[in-house]
């Protein structure tokens, strides 16, 4: 199985470690894994320009770190989008990133579970995985906020959330929950 662990984390600290940690274990079970540290690439924002769906379809116009890693998306069976959470929410590197997911859909709609969302580019998606630290300040309600956006986000990715953890659960449990296919 193909993993792509995107590293939002803002600053070096223990984090990085913690997805190192479960990289590793991912490895040992078996798995191809590339992380990206996002703090370390140019990453820029979405302008919302739609240049990707009507003037050069599939391709920002932003020429920058997306341009290698949505191509390693596409051909993840699942993607890990690790953050600490920051003021109950997953860091600005890891939204900015998932903004630009956007020349991976069509800007034609469809019905999917019910509800109006876009039809995918790629014959499949990357299953989504939700790595995130809790800190100090952050209750239940912050990680249960983060799950149900990223669960969200699966219905527009027209895949699923295979698993939703904190750094506080051991990391052979996260990887069990990962590899259920």
Known sequence: MRVM??????????????????????????????????????????????SCWWKTPGLCVHRDAMDDILPKMVESDLVVWASPLVMGAVSYLLKAAQDRFIPLAHPYIEIYKGE?????????????????????????????????????????????????ATTGRPVGEVCDEALVR
């Open 5 to 50: 662990i995107l590293n939002g984390n803002p600053e070096p600290s223990s984090f990085d470690d913690r997805v190192g940690a479960l990289a590793g274990a991912l490895r040992e079970r078996g798995c191809e894994v590339g992380v990206e540290v996002l703090r370390e690439r140019d990453v820029r924002l979405c302008v919302g320009c739609w």
């Open 116 to 164: 109006c969302h876009h039809r995918y580019r790629y014959a499949s998606n990357a299953d989504v995985g939700l790595y995130v630290e809790a800190g100090p300040d952050d209750g239940p309600e912050d990680i249960a906020l983060a799950r149900e956006f990223f669960e969200r986000f699966t219905l527009n990715t027209q895949t699923r959330l295979r698993f939703a």
